[in-house]
Each structure stands twice: as structure tokens, then as C-alpha cells.
């Protein structure tokens, strides 16, 4: 081959290596153009080093300083072998989706629990070593087998009663591929997530209306802390996605209503009833900040609020929207983590119900976790916090990571994989985008 055929070549290959690497370390898709409020533009800059690297490396080391471009969290490592063990599973000719209709509890005889029986082993959540059943019982829907459904119940967000219904018989219809697509989908939203090092961090997933604390986003362990939360509405009020750092806790905070719900649902209601602002424990003011001047309520204040020119806010209390505590982390999009009076919200198994911020279920045990290394805020002092007299803000210090995450597919202390609805509609675009 030609010297200029030998350079074109060579470039060509140092081009699709610098483009591997890149997409390798910050994903191929920029989180911004799909309306994520996550920047990944540092991580795509950091990826022109590790390019140099790779592209300096011997042969024999290339391979491994390739590999120094992917995320070091554990959640990455162990969805890139959850993809792996997936798409085997796609190609495994008795590993098939089971379909039925109608109910099936324990005790039960049905055609469909052999192939449920080859199923759920393949997916582990039945034991390798359960003894089958002998053949007159093949058919029988047996306590083994019983166990073996709430585990992928659990798994998939559903209630873990061993009743197969609907929401069961649509979980076990999904084939391995399109489970493997969505392990994809969430290994490119981590690549696009900053490094958070081997530290503890808050994760929150909004699909699956839950928050851990992690120990450490290096090293695979057990959260430290878990609870349900209940996330923005799936219209107009979706929960955005982000990263930033937990700086505050706010006992006793105001509510104060972002300006579309003032415009768009308080100014209507006092027009109707102009005791409103009365009976939910509100008060006009003029500005943010725990001294701004209270005005008082007059019919003509009504056109003020709703264009904005004055603001309401709702004082500390049992009916507060934000509960007693209030955790704040810096974001654009104004949203943060608080508790609420309507703990009933909580039971619920599809929780996308606020304007945007997320409830969380348990606020005191977060603030006590938060500040646990602080002599002077133990349990008791914390608590009593929540019902002092005055609106108190502490420091988090350092700052604790927080992750407003959306991810269909996340691996579980166990081994095995949780998969949630796509409840915001992400899940598409991005496989557009990737050509998934």
C-alpha cells in the first residue's frame, strides 16, 4: 500500500479510537439535546487525555488503557456484565417469555409453569440447585416456585404477594432483548454522570420512586439507606434529571410556591374562595427569605400574584407542603428533596404525584444519617427540630453528592437486576438516538 494509502488509514484509526474513547467515557448522545439537565461536556474534554493514552500505549497495553476510559462506579461494572448476561439469555431458545391471563395464586395447576419454571431460573430468581418438581406435579404452581415470583415481583416494582395477575403476566411477557436494551439505556446515562469517587452519595431514581444512600460509588456494597419517594407528575411536572451536591437542611421551612402554581392554581382558588390563603396556613409576600415583609390579602392583590409582581408563600406547620424538612442542593430547575404531610402518598405503587421536588418518606432518618457526624445534632435534637418555632438552616459539610437519576434498568444487591416503567417516556428517545 501506498504512503499516502498508510496515513489515510492511520487516521481514519486514530479517529474512530478518539471517538471510542470519547463515547466510551461521556456516552455517545449529549444528556442536553434530550432535555436532561445534566452536563457532560467535562467528561467528553477529559476523554481527549485518555485518548492520548490509549493512543500511546504498546500494543500489549492498549486494550487496558481503553478500558481507564469507562466510569469506575460499581453500578456501571455490573450492568456491563448484566448486559452481557442478557443478551446470552436472548439467544437461548427455551429462555422465553411467558404469557397467560386470568389469576394464578399458590396451589394452582397451569400449562404455563414449566416454561415460568425455565424462565425464572435463567433470570435467578429461582435457586440453581431448587430440585424440579417430579412430572405429575410439573404443572403445579408450588411454594419454591411461589418464592421464586416475589423475588422477580420485587424485582420489577410489583407487589410481591406470589399472585400472578396482570402486572406479573406483563412483566414476564417482556423478552431478554428488550430487558438487555434498557441495561444499555442506563449504561449510557452513567457514562454521562461526573465521578463521585469513594464516598457516600444519594441516589434517586425517579422510575422507580426510590432513594438510597450508597456508601461509596467505587466499591459494590449494601445501601446504607433506602426509602420510597414520590416524584413529579409524568406531564408537565416531571421530576428533571441532574447531579449536584447536597449543601443544607432546612427545619421548619416556608414553602415557597414557584411562580406557575401561584399563577395557575392559588391566584384561582382565592378568587373562589378568598379565605384561601387562611385555611392553608399562606401569606402574600414581597419577596423570598424568612423576614420578607407580609402583605396583606386585599381582591386587588390577586392580578399582582398571578403575574408574578408579589409571591406567596406557606408557613411552617403540620399542613406545609414540605413537611418539616427540607434538603437543598444548587440546580436550575428549583427542585429539591423534602418531607410531606400526606405520608398516605407513600403506599401507593406508582408515586409520580408532585409538582416536580421529591417527597421523601422518612426525613429524619435522611437528616440523621446527613448529620451523623455532628455531636450536637443527634436523633433527639433532630426531631425536635421539626417542631421548634422558628425556620433553622444547617450546613452539610462537605456536601454529600445527589443524583436525580432515570433509569429502567438497575442492578440489586443480589445480583440480579430491578426493572421499572419507563413512567417519564426517555427510555425511546434514546434508543432512537443510540439506534438501539
Not at 451536591?245 to 416556608?254: A, D, Q
Not at 399582582?304 to 406567596?312: E, F, P, Y
Not at 456536601?399 to 432515570?406: R, S, T
Amino acid at each position: 500500500m501506498a504512503i499516502e494509502g498508510l496515513a489515510r488509514v492511520d487516521r481514519m484509526a486514530s479517529a474512530a479510537l478518539h471517538q471510542f474513547v470519547a463515547d466510551l467515557h461521556a456516552g455517545q448522545v449529549d444528556p442536553r439535546e434530550l432535555g436532561y439537565a445534566i452536563d457532560a461536556s467535562d467528561r467528553r474534554a477529559e476523554a481527549g487525555s485518555l485518548f492520548e493514552a490509549a493512543l500511546g500505549a504498546p500494543p500489549a497495553e492498549l486494550a487496558g488503557a481503553i478500558a481507564a476510559a469507562e466510569p469506575r462506579g460499581f453500578l456501571y461494572q455490573r450492568l456491563v456484565n448484566d448486559l452481557a448476561h442478557y443478551r446470552a439469555l436472548a439467544t437461548q431458545p427455551n429462555v422465553v417469555p411467558v404469557r397467560g391471563t386470568g389469576k394464578i395464586v399458590p396451589g394452582d395447576r397451569h400449562a404455563t409453569i414449566p416454561a415460568l419454571r425455565t424462565l425464572l431460573a435463567a433470570l435467578g430468581d429461582l435457586p440453581a440447585d431448587a430440585p424440579p418438581p417430579p412430572p405429575k406435579l410439573a404443572n403445579l404452581y408450588d411454594h419454591p416456585l411461589a418464592d421464586a415470583v416475589r423475588r422477580f415481583q420485587a424485582r420489577h416494582g410489583l407487589p410481591a404477594d406470589a399472585v400472578i395477575g396482570a402486572g406479573t403476566w406483563s412483566a414476564l411477557a417482556v423478552p431478554p432483548e428488550v430487558r438487555a436494551r434498557q441495561i444499555a439505556l442506563t449504561i449510557e446515562r452513567l457514562r454521562w454522570l461526573p465521578e463521585l469517587g469513594d464516598a457516600p452519595f444519594i441516589l434517586v431514581n425517579v422510575p422507580s420512586y426510590r432513594l438510597w444512600v450508597i456508601p461509596s460509588a467505587i466499591t459494590d456494597g449494601e445501601p446504607v439507606l433506602t426509602m420510597n419517594v414520590v416524584v413529579g407528575q409524568a406531564l408537565d411536572k416531571q421530576t428533571p434529571l441532574l447531579a449536584s451536591e447536597l449543601t443544607n437542611i432546612v427545619f421548619r421551612p416556608y414553602w415557597n410556591v414557584p411562580k406557575s402554581i401561584a399563577e395557575k392554581e392559588i391566584a384561582p382558588s382565592l378568587a373562589k374562595d378568598p379565605e384561601y390563603l387562611a385555611k392553608n396556613d399562606m401569606e402574600l409576600v414581597a419577596s423570598w427569605g424568612s423576614d420578607a415583609a407580609v402583605i396583606p390579602f386585599a381582591p386587588e392583590r390577586i392580578p399582582q400574584l398571578a403575574s408574578g409582581a408579589i409571591r406567596v408563600r406557606q408557613r411552617p406547620g403540620p399542613r406545609n407542603s414540605l413537611g418539616a424538612i427540607k434538603f437543598v442542593f444548587p440546580n436550575d430547575e428549583s427542585v429539591y428533596l423534602h418531607g410531606t404531610p400526606m405520608q398516605s402518598l407513600f403506599k401507593r405503587s406508582r408515586r409520580a404525584l408532585s409538582h416536580g421536588c421529591v417527597r421523601v418518606e422518612d426525613p429524619v432518618t435522611l437528616a440523621t444519617y446527613l448529620l451523623r457526624e455532628e455531636p450536637a445534632w443527634a436523633k433527639e435534637k433532630i426531631v425536635a427540630a421539626t417542631s421548634a418555632a422558628t425556620n433553622r438552616w444547617v450546613e452539610i459539610d462537605p456536601p454529600m453528592p445527589v443524583l436525580l437519576f432515570y433509569a429502567t434498568a438497575l442492578p440489586r444487591p443480589d445480583g440480579t437486576v430491578a426493572f421499572a416503567d419507563d413512567i417519564y417516556g426517555l427510555d425511546e428517545p434514546l434508543a432512537k438516538a443510540l439506534a438501539l
